[in-house]
Each structure stands twice: as structure tokens, then as C-alpha cells.
């Protein structure tokens, strides 16, 4: 039996715009004025910079405080990147002496502010400046209405974890209802491309019933693929139709008895499962599984509990008849080369930490190269 887990790139491959690249993107193109947050050239001063925000305040109030520090982060240094699950996992961290957290530097950019009323809004460096930018409309929005909450949760690590949670949620909704707009649209595309798509991954021409009794899907992804397959799917990180929506961090990073542990999957996948009554999921892991088929994910390390537990249900080192199968495809820029490279540096890793969970570590060690010897680990690009 084959268990096919896939991606957002998968989504994308069947014509969406689902990244989170595609949202931060559509969000500059309906609201230009995002561009001038981080442009040196144009908010020199505080005055400048309170100016901006008044003028442009009813969108800073509905905005999530993770989209806001992943844009003037990550989106301002890298235009053609976005990953607000890594922001989550950054914003909370807990620092030590040697090292300021993200938060960390952005809450002593605050005390400064506050202590100093003359505190200057150039910054020569880069990084100091979004630091600042980040101080400052977090000192302007959330002290607005209750200027006690505000300073409760500045000094309050707990206090902050509660209200990043919030902006957790407020981030899923915005989300979801962009995605929402964008599959309504493309829906009936959608729907044909899935199936072709799919049906190559199978290695068929055309996908029957016949081919979906030896399938289960695991999707990644929020969207339902079709009617004709769509019992076969398991939507792990919940569904549009549901308006359920999980974004989080991954469980092994976490201690369970940890104020952070409700940020992961695992807890938000419990949570979600527990409120629907009516939710029937089926159980892969009962299954016996020859082949995993892996398309359109990244590998990234905020799944990494999701396969481990799918490696250690099926015995990827002791199952000799399991096979892994990784496929990719050509997007974007980059060339074939390095498209495949980033893929067996994603793969290499991801086997390499899944051996490190094994009792026996230097067996664990050489699991990959094991896998290679008994060619069960496998690459192919498709079109």
C-alpha cells in the first residue's frame, strides 16, 4: 500500500497561491503603504514614523503581530521568502546571558522608549532599526486601550506567551480566509490538476477507484482534493470546508509541561480533534505501507514529529520491504541542479535526525546510508 503525503507545493503545482510567500505578497499588493515600514529613505525621524502610523492606524490594529515582525523581518531581508511558523518558534525562544532573543531585544527597544522620550528613530544598522520599527508600533498599538495590560505584558513572560497566542489565531483567521478566496476561485482548476497530478505520483495514466484501495493521503495541506479521492485523505493540520486551521511549531522542540507546548501540532491537533465529535480520521498507521511518497513538502523541521512518528510506526530501519520516494519538480528560478541539491540536503537531514531518535545512535548514524545500500530511498523529478 502506498501513503502519499503532500505539501503546500503540491497546491501550488495544481495552480493556487498558497504559500505563505503568496499571502505576505497579496497583503503588500492591497496594502502598498507596507513598503515604506522598512525604507530608510522615507521614515527618518519619530515624528515621520508616528505620522505613518496615525494615517495608516485601523490596518495596524487588524494586522497580527506575526505577520507584522515576519514582514519587517524576514520579508524585508529576503523578497522571496516568508515562514510564519519560524517567526512563532523565534518570538519564543528564551534567551540566556550570552544572547537576546528576537522578543528579548524588541522588549529592551521598548524600555528604552519609554525611559527616554528624545529616543531617535535613525538607526545606522539594519538590524537595530527593524528592531526599532517593531518597538515602536508594538509600543503604540497595544498601549493604546489599556496602558496597564500593555505593561503587564511587556514584563511578563507568561503574559507575553498568552498574548502571542492570540496573535496566533488572529494570523489563522487572516489565512484562511485568504486561501478560502483564492481556492473559490480556482476551484473547478484545482480539481482537474489535483487528480492529473496525483495519478503521476501513482504512476497511472488515470485515476480510478481501483488505484485508491492501495492509497491513503496525508495532506499538509487545508485544502479537500477531490470528491474521488477525498475519503482516502487525512488533513493534518485541519480543512478550509471546516474553517479549521492549524499554524505551529514542532513538538519535539517543547516540553509538554511548558507554557510554549500549546504553540506546537501536536497540542493544536489535539485541541481540534477533541471540539469536532464528528471528526472520523482514518487511522494509517494501522495500515501496512510499502511505499511513502513524499511531494510538494519542504521537510522542514516543524513537521519533523509528524515523521518521525510515521518512520517509527512502519520500521524504517528494520522494514526492508518500506520504501521512501521523494519527487520534485522545476519552479521558480532555479535551475535542476540546484533544485535537486536543496532536495537531498532536505532529505539527508531529515533521515539523519529521525537516526538520532533511535536508541542504537550509531546505527542511527548510518540509517541513510543503510537505505541507500538496500535502494529504498529514492529521488525523481516529474513534471
Not at 25 to 51: G, I, R, T, W, Y
Not at 58 to 70: C, D, R
Not at 297 to 319: C, I, K, M, R, V
Request: charged content about 25%; some cysteine.
Amino acid at each position: 500500500m502506498n501513503l502519499l503525503v503532500l505539501g503546500n507545493g503540491f497546491d501550488m503545482k495544481c495552480g493556487l497561491a498558497s504559500s505563505f510567500f503568496d499571502y505576505i505578497s497579496a497583503q503588500l499588493d492591497k496594502h502598498p503603504f507596507l513598503e515604506k515600514l522598512c525604507d530608510k529613505s522615507v521614515l527618518q525621524s519619530q515624528n515621520e514614523f508616528d505620522q505613518y502610523f496615525h494615517d495608516h492606524l485601523s490596518f495596524f490594529k487588524e494586522i497580527s503581530f506575526i505577520e507584522l515582525y515576519t514582514y519587517v523581518y524576514d520579508y524585508s531581508f529576503n523578497n522571496s521568502w516568508a515562514d510564519f511558523e519560524k517567526t512563532i518558534f523565534k518570538l519564543l525562544q528564551v534567551g540566556d546571558d550570552k544572547k537576546y532573543t528576537p522578543w528579548e531585544k524588541i522588549y529592551i527597544g521598548i524600555l528604552e522608549m519609554l525611559r527616554d522620550q528624545s529616543h531617535t528613530f535613525i538607526i545606522d544598522s539594519k538590524i537595530k532599526r527593524y528592531e526599532n520599527i517593531i518597538g515602536c508600533v508594538f509600543l503604540r498599538l497595544y498601549s493604546i486601550d489599556n496602558l496597564d495590560s500593555f505593561y503587564e505584558t511587556i514584563y511578563s513572560l507568561s503574559k507575553w506567551y498568552d498574548f502571542l497566542f492570540e496573535e496566533v489565531k488572529k494570523f489563522e483567521k487572516s489565512f484562511m480566509n485568504y486561501l478560502n478566496a483564492d481556492f473559490d476561485k480556482k476551484k473547478n482548476t484545482y480539481n482537474e490538476e489535483s487528480i492529473r497530478n496525483i495519478s503521476k505520483l501513482l504512476g497511472t495514466s488515470s485515476l480510478t477507484p481501483a488505484h485508491l484501495l492501495n492509497t491513503i493521503v496525508i495532506s499538509f495541506n487545508y485544502t479537500e482534493l477531490p470528491d474521488i479521492i477525498k475519503n482516502n485523505v487525512v488533513n493534518i493540520h485541519g480543512k478550509l470546508s471546516n474553517n479549521s486551521l492549524i499554524i505551529g511549531i514542532d513538538s519535539t522542540k517543547m516540553k509538554f509541561n511548558e507554557k510554549t507546548f500549546k504553540f506546537t501540532k501536536t497540542y493544536r491537533k489535539f485541541d481540534l480533534v477533541s471540539s469536532d465529535k464528528h471528526n472520523r480520521e482514518i487511522n494509517y498507521l494501522k495500515e501496512t505501507i510499502n511505499n511513502i511518497i513524499f511531494y510538494g513538502h519542504s521537510l522542514n523541521e516543524q513537521d519533523y514529529a509528524y515523521f518521525q512518528t510515521l518512520f517509527d510506526a512502519y520500521g524504517l530501519f528494520e522494514n526492508k520491504d518500506l520504501h521512501l520516494t521523494f519527487y520534485y519538480s522545476i519552479h521558480g528560478t532555479k535551475s535542476i541542479v540546484d533544485l535537486k541539491a536543496i532536495q537531498v540536503n532536505r532529505i539527508v537531514k531529515l533521515i539523519e535526525t529521525y537516526g538520532d531518535t533511535l536508541l542504537n545512535k550509531h546505527i542511527g548514524k548510518n540509517l541513510f546510508h543503510r537505505l541507500l545500500l538496500q535502494q529504498r530511498i529514492h529521488l525523481y523529478i516529474i513534471d
